[in-house]
């Protein structure tokens, strides 16, 4: 605990100084790489924050842990994300889930947070399956027995001292939230019990017990200890809240992020469990470095505590060796060796299981750490890379390691192996060299991808890694590398249908639907592939297959398909597989690029399908709808595939175009956040509105660019805190107030069973208060809540209606629900319907 205050005394004192210095307190150009190697070894600390979803992390206070103090620090995360909005592009679902799961590494890369998920895969059963109000109803699907084993399989696993779950388990939180707390409370004590998940002792796994839980206070009456944690950090140039938050713009998709000053902040803690003590300060109780724990040892261990305590002072040097990267160098593989001799000696002591598996541990942790600042300091320039990127079965891949020693020392038996998945070939020369100052050498593979290749997936370990070690003053070093770029085993062909989802009209029978297949070729050079479409019985399909011949590797070609269902096609759901033969090999896969700057590029792979349903949709063929695109929603394109004549609005449209043309205009989910000539030209829209036209707007964020008193034609404002305004219940049953408005009579009659089958939620972000201008025109509410009547609000202004809605239209359509084709074409049909 000295050590600690110390710390926090030192660190205040930079505080009360920054007025005088700012950046001139930058004395030398800090070598952060160095100091993020180096300071972990002044504790052995290790802490776990829990929560559900990307970007739960408590970014300032692991910034402050990780980077501040050096602690070992993780965030366990449940699922990925799938089941939010995006905010920078279209994915949803697994795709998005993809893109939050990287965010996520990116963020812990600026802050040194170790990244993990509970949630193993795509379409994992613990998945973000959207807002939940309740833990049972989140554990429910998630599954209970499932999510707690993968829980209590990690604790033992990392072996946390420290648990803080970033949220409480109250009722103003996601249930999501709430179930993770619930978890890692449960934890806190079955972690250590042999008979919970028993399996996981006989797999090699150790009981282990949590020494503190903490939850963050959220009155004073909870707070128990407070930490400052709003110090400047002249090493990385900013506070620890600052570095959160520099950590939190890496959440793109979710908009995060802010700029915010160097100023005081605490962070309040409950200590809720304790096998320690009941002393509230953070480390009391849990050693907080090998001296500490060199006490802790019997008497008759003396051999042991001098080692302990030896081995200490020795990382210490390390660290005030900084920023001597020779020193650095040096001392990190003579301590190495420290390390290594301390755990045989460890494994051969009499002490207790528990004491031994401790210290095991924290040695285990020291011996890595020690091997990244010796890397660190050593500045052995690693680069390898792959001939080819993407790969497909059967290809041979050439991967070269250039190994470059700035440092000044010489480094022995430098040697690079690749690591890659069993049944991979491999063969190389040259792979041990001895690097002098300045010298560089490069190492070569020839790597045979089998036939029996896993494919590619996101959230598995890179296909080829390289593991580099070198040798000095008798002590080997090893790092693993990730290759340059993403390393992908693909099908030889991936197929992109375009529609994805069709809608066969009851009503009104297409006798042709198109369907483009985009063909990408992912072989090394030339191909060729048959493609063809596998329909349901009684469609007819045109051409029956193509023939498509490729020169290189990536080049995509289309080929156009026409569709025709039959005439006294049913109701219902439907789907048509596309397929691609090549060499004898039948491909049948979407490849779905994902590729942003700020996280590389992945790719994610599902079934080459369109996924169809057939309903009756009435609709006035006549109508002309203007659709302000945000970038956050396809449903224009879902509804001109529908049938129904969609003009996506431009910029200059926006600012010049007549829009008295439309019948309806229709504003995307959340415009006013990502369209800002929408904003710039909202007043024409309200003119549009006040000379006779009908206006849909659909759900928005009270901070998307949304003014209360002056974006719609009367004040409305949108309920927040957001929790509290949403139905989540996809299923609650919902009340029609105004049953002979038009609105449910034009052009469909709508009926109870418009309302059945909804994903994920019926309306979130309600609005929380309007003008009387406006009417209401559906009630529902989640279970035992009062009822919301704002999810469909209209207003005449002038001549022609206003009408915003925050039900979730996007999310009924773009999953092809027919009632929310039925119901919202009705709404952008009113103007026609007077």
């Known amino acids: 605990m000295k050590k600690f205050f110390l710390g926090l005394l030192s660190t205040l004192l930079v505080v ?78 697994n795709g998005l889930g993809i893109i939050r799961s990287r965010e996520m590494i990116e963020a812990a890369k600026i802050t040194g947070v170790k990244a993990f998920h509970l949630s193993e895969t795509t379409s994992d059963a613990i998945y973000d399956f959207g807002f939940s109000k309740s833990p049972e109803d989140t554990l429910a699907q998630w599954g209970e027995d499932l999510t707690y084993e993968r829980l209590i399989r990690f604790i033992r696993t990392y072996q946390p001292d420290i648990v803080m779950p970033s949220f409480r388990n109250v ?58 944690i709003g110090m400047f950090d002249p090493i990385y140039q900013m506070s620890y809240p600052q570095l959160g938050e520099q950590s939190r713009f890496m959440h793109k998709s979710q908009g995060m992020g802010n700029n915010i000053p160097v100023a005081p902040r605490q962070i309040n803690l409950e200590l809720l469990y304790s096998a320690v003590g009941d002393n509230a300060e953070l480390f009391a109780g849990v050693p ?159 790597v045979v991808v089998p036939e029996d290749a896993e494919y590619y997936h996101a959230y598995k370990t890179p296909a080829i890694q390289a593991a580099v070690t070198y040798e000095s003053t008798g002590t080997k070093t090893s790092q693993i590398k990730d290759l ?128 169809g349903v057939a309903f009756e949709l009435l609709k006035n063929d006549s109508l002309k709808i203007g659709y302000v695109e945000s970038g956050f929603d396809k449903v224009a394109d879902y509804l001109n595939n529908a049938g129904l004549n969609v003009t996506k609005l431009t910029e200059a449209d926006l600012k010049t175009a007549d829009l008295s043309q439309y019948d309806s205009i229709v504003v995307g989910i959340r415009a006013y956040l990502s369209r800002a000539d929408l904003i710039a030209n909202n007043e024409r829209l309200k003119e549009y509105v006040y000379n006779g036209g009908h206006l849909v707007v659909q759900y928005h964020k009270p901070g998307d660019g949304w003014n209360k008193d002056t974006t719609a034609p009367y004040p409305l404002t949108i309920g927040n805190p957001s929790i509290k305004w949403r139905v989540t219940d996809e299923n609650a049953k919902v009340t029609v107030l105004q049953p002979d408005s038009p609105l449910f009579n034009y052009p469909n009659k709508i009926t109870d069973s418009d309302w059945d089958h909804w994903i994920q939620e019926r309306g979130l972000y309600y609005p929380m208060d309007w003008d009387n201008h406006y009417e209401t025109f559906v009630r529902m509410n989640d279970p035992g809540e009062d009822p919301f009547d704002g999810g469909i609000l209209m207003a005449k202004y002038g001549q022609g209606t206003y009408l915003y809605t925050n039900l979730v239209f996007y999310r009924q359509i773009q999953g092809q629900v027919p009632g929310g084709y039925r119901i919202f074409t009705n709404l952008i049909s009113y103007g026609a319907s007077n």
């Not at 408590?58 to 602690?71: I, K, M, N, P, W």
């Open 16 to 93: 009360s100084l920054l007025p005088f210095s700012g950046n001139a307190a930058k004395a030398q150009e800090s070598d952060v790489d160095l100091w993020n190697a180096v300071k972990p070894l002044e504790t052995t600390v290790t802490f776990l924050n829990t929560g559900a979803h990307p970007d739960d992390e408590r970014s300032d206070f692991l910034a402050y842990l990780s980077r501040g103090l050096g602690v070992k620090t993780s965030s366990l995360i449940g699922n990925r994300g799938e089941g939010g909005q995006n905010e920078i592009g279209d994915e949803l679902g």
């Open 171 to 228: 009722d103003s939180q996601h249930g999501h939230h709430r179930a993770m707390e619930i978890l890692s409370e449960r934890a806190f004590k079955d972690a250590a019990d042999p008979a919970i998940f028993p399996e996981q002792l006989k797999e090699g796994l150790s009981v282990w017990q949590v020494k503190k839980l903490y939850l963050p206070a959220e009155s004073k009456e909870q707070t128990e200890t407070s930490i400052e």
């Open 484 to 611: 340059n770029g993403t390393i992908a085993v693909l099908p030889d062909v991936g197929l992109t249908l375009s529609p994805e989802d069709i809608v066969v009209n009851t009503a009104d029978i297409q006798e042709a639907i198109p369907v483009t297949v985009k063909v990408k070729n992912y072989r090394d050079g030339a191909a060729q592939s048959s493609v063809a479409l596998k329909a349901p019985e009684g469609w007819k399909v045109s051409p029956s297959n193509a023939e498509v011949t490729f020169s290189s590797q990536l080049e995509e070609k289309s080929i156009d398909f026409t569709l025709a269902p039959p005439k006294d096609i049913k109701a219902g759901d439907f789907k048509i597989a596309a397929e691609a033969a090549v060499n004898g090999k039948t491909f049948n896969s979407t490849v779905q690029t994902i590729n942003y700057d700020h996280i590389g590029t992945f790719y994610y792979e599902y079934p080459a399908q369109v996924n």
């Open 288 to 446: 907080y470095n090998f001296k500490e724990w060199s006490q802790q040892l019997p008497k008759t261990e003396n051999d042991l505590k001098v080692h302990f305590t030896k081995l200490q002072g020795k990382l210490d040097s390390i660290v005030s060796a900084y920023p001597s990267k020779e020193q650095v160098f040096e001392q990190s593989q003579s301590t190495l060796k420290e390390v290594r001799n301390l755990q045989n000696k460890t494994k051969q002591s009499k002490l207790s299981a528990a004491l031994k598996n401790d210290l095991l541990h924290k040695l285990s942790i020291k011996e890595e750490q020690l091997q990244t600042a010796s890397f660190t300091a050593s500045q052995l320039d690693v680069s390898a890379s792959s001939e080819f990127n993407i790969l497909t079965k059967g290809q041979t891949t050439n991967v070269t390691v250039t190994l470059k020693n700035n440092g000044k020392q010489k480094l022995h038996n430098v040697s690079a192996d690749l690591l890659v998945p069993e049944g991979w070939n491999i063969t190389s020369k040259n792979k041990t060299t001895h690097l002098a100052p300045g010298e560089s050498k490069q190492i070569s593979y020839q």
